[in-house]
């Protein structure tokens, strides 16, 4: 198993998305896991992360429309996006929680369009 974000697609503003990523044991289990994104011509930054025990962080931008969550059995990490805007439009990364370097990769975002 590789890093995998998927459920990306294009959605008018206001709606919702659901993002899933599968992710290798290896990096899972017991780390912290981060959902990122990188727009055109921005630096990827950091959207949400959740520690092994299930604590949350958000970044300013999401607060209170995005939602973070883990399933340590399945070794898989999701992210709820509400009330989605036109400048949420980005490839949707998942990596461990401290910008990849545990994971050292970067596998497969998924892309998010919102349309306004």
């Known amino acids: 198993v590789q890093l995998q974000a998927y459920g990306g697609g294009l959605v008018q503003a206001g709606g919702y998305l659901r993002l899933s990523c599968a992710a290798p044991g290896s990096i899972f289990i017991g780390n912290s896991m981060g959902w990122y994104r990188q727009a055109p011509g921005k630096e990827r930054e950091l959207v949400a992360g959740?520690?092994?025990?299930?604590?949350?962080n958000y970044a300013d931008f999401v607060k209170g429309r995005f939602t973070i969550s883990r399933d340590n059995a399945r070794n898989a990490v999701y992210l709820q996006m509400n009330s989605l805007k036109p400048e949420d439009t980005a490839v949707y990364y998942c990596n461990d929680a401290l910008d990849g370097r545990i994971t050292g990769y970067w596998g497969h975002g998924t892309q998010v369009t919102v349309s306004s």
């Open positions: 959740i520690t092994w025990g299930g604590k949350k």
